[in-house]
């Protein structure tokens, strides 16, 4: 073992010796078979864990039970295995790597189970050196799921794809080198009777050096389109044009920063979008890097007319005035804040009113705010500190694996945004596929509010700095519920900025 690991230089290395398999592809890792020699130790042990409590764990990164640490526990089968691997086992492999490895306990004990996940991470976190996973299972096939799969890495050192994946077998040690390129991910279980059963940790030591953070260029924005009334009078539900319900909508809005308007665009338009989406000749793309983002969007390029006009619609000029109205944002430069807090049109304020008696629809006052912006521009109207509000968009398409991840370049961008999301195709989804919007404070697992899936529901959510967004992994119920053989949805994900 000794001798590849030394020699550091080597980019690949394969070595079988016995029981033993040591791989430097993707990272190097070891895999020890007939770890414990005795049979009865080993089940002896798996009782043991098996009568603890685990705790339900959940998040945008993971789905699993877990014990309470393990280093004061006194079960002596528990124990035992505990000062075997932190004692002898640990001086062993600190020889063999030629690194000072610490005393330090880290271990406890996982449960996957049915639809369980532990999606792409590198495990990085201070002081851990060496990870290990020692399997308790029961005859297991990869048709189980829950393999320990390995990721290549691009030039950015950021995950690229599966190129190993390790099928758990009983009383099987796993150990890897952690780094800023180990990345991996549990699998989902996908067998409903198995549990995979695994003791797991750290040995820590010094850590290997990071290469600078790969920095993702930012998502482009743009203003507005140039679209007057006639694409709201086209494409919206008339009941969202009226001006007494969208005062209704924005108090409602303002009172708790999300609203989800139910059927919001006319019925003809949602089906043909709908129709339009499942159309073959529309490109989608893979988006990544699968420690951040899992799921397809379309090539804008290919998009069929009438979701071009939706996708347009969205992004329109009409459609920015619109969302000032739900929410009561400067979403346009004919807007401006109250001092108390409250914004609204100050075109409106000057001169609206007999606009608004003449009709009381939202319309009236889109048409209005247009012509008044055009108007502005062709007298030459200055306005003071002018702020152009922008959006970015795409439509997007979720499947069984899709999913996206909180991570550190998200957080450190966050800012304030009104976040858009209109699905189609998501009739009878249920919360338990997995493919729900979670809002959570930075640093927090729990959830300060959640978006589901519905057809034709479109969901505005404000946000600000500390809060950040999630879509939990589908799951493979999602491809057994229902008459389509492989059950998926749609949406079309903005965020709109002032």
């Known amino acids: 073992i000794q001798m590849p690991v030394e020699q550091k230089q080597l980019e690949f290395v394969l070595l079988f010796a016995g029981d033993l398999e040591l791989d430097c592809f993707p990272f190097p890792h070891c895999i020890i078979k007939n770890f414990l ?28 039970k877990q014990s309470d640490d393990l280093k004061k526990r006194t079960e002596p089968h528990i124990a035992g295995l505990r000062e075997g691997l932190f004692g002898r086992f640990r001086s062993w492999l600190g020889e063999v790597l030629g690194v000072e490895l610490e005393p330090t306990v880290d271990i406890s004990c996982a449960r996957y189970e049915h639809t369980d996940v532990l999606l792409c ?3 990085e976190l201070e002081g851990r050196r060496v990870a290990f996973i020692l399997y308790l299972v029961p005859p297991w096939q990869s048709s189980d799921g829950g393999t320990l799969d390995l990721y290549s890495i691009n030039s950015n050192f950021q995950p690229q794809s599966i190129v190993k994946s390790l099928v758990p077998s009983w009383n099987t040690l796993v150990l890897f080198e952690v780094s800023p390129v180990s990345f991996h991910q549990v699998s989902e279980v996908l067998s409903k009777d198995k549990c995979r059963l695994s003791l797991s940790g750290w040995f820590h030591g010094p850590s290997l050096e990071r290469p600078p953070r790969h920095v993702e260029a930012a998502v482009p924005r743009s203003p507005h389109l140039p ?3 006639t694409v709201l009078l086209e494409w919206v539900n008339p009941a969202y044009l009226d001006i007494s319900y969208q005062e209704q909508i924005q108090e409602e809005f303002e009172d708790s920063s999300e609203i989800q308007l139910k059927d919001f665009l006319k019925e003809e338009k949602f089906r043909e979008v709908s129709e339009a989406l499942r159309l073959t000749e529309i490109e989608w793309m893979r988006k990544g890097p699968p420690n951040k983002r899992c799921y397809e969007a379309a090539s804008l390029d290919s998009l069929p007319p009438c979701v071009k006009a939706c996708w347009e619609l969205l992004h329109s000029e009409a459609f920015f005035l619109l969302l000032s109205n739900f929410t009561g944002l400067r979403l346009h430069y004919l807007e401006k804040e109250q001092a108390g807090g409250r914004r609204s049109h100050w075109v409106v304020d000057r001169l609206g009113s007999e606009c608004e008696q003449r009709e009381r629809c939202v319309t009236a006052r889109v048409i209005f705010l247009v012509s008044a912006a055009r108007f502005c521009v062709l007298i030459g109207v200055k306005f003071s500190e002018p702020s152009i509000p922008v959006c970015c968009g795409e439509v997007r398409r979720w499947s069984h694996g899709s999913y996206t991840l909180l991570h550190d370049g998200e957080a450190a961008q966050a800012e304030y945004a009104l976040d858009l999301v209109l699905p189609f195709g998501c009739t009878d989804w249920q919360s338990e596929f997995g493919g729900l919007t979670c809002y959570v404070a930075n640093e927090e697992d729990e959830e300060l509010l959640t978006i589901y899936p519905e057809e034709n529901s479109l969901a505005l959510v404000y946000r600000d700095k500390e809060t950040l967004k999630f879509v939990k992994h589908i799951n493979h119920k999602s491809t057994s519920a229902g008459s389509s053989p492989c059950r998926g949805f749609y949406d079309f994900s903005f965020v709109y900025y002032e």
């Open 37 to 64: 020699s005795s049979e009865v130790f080993v089940e002896n042990l798996q009782k043991e864990l098996l009568g603890l409590d685990f705790h339900e764990k959940s998040n945008d990164l993971y789905k699993f």
């Open 121 to 123: 991470h590198d495990d």
């Open 227 to 229: 679209r007057d009334e």
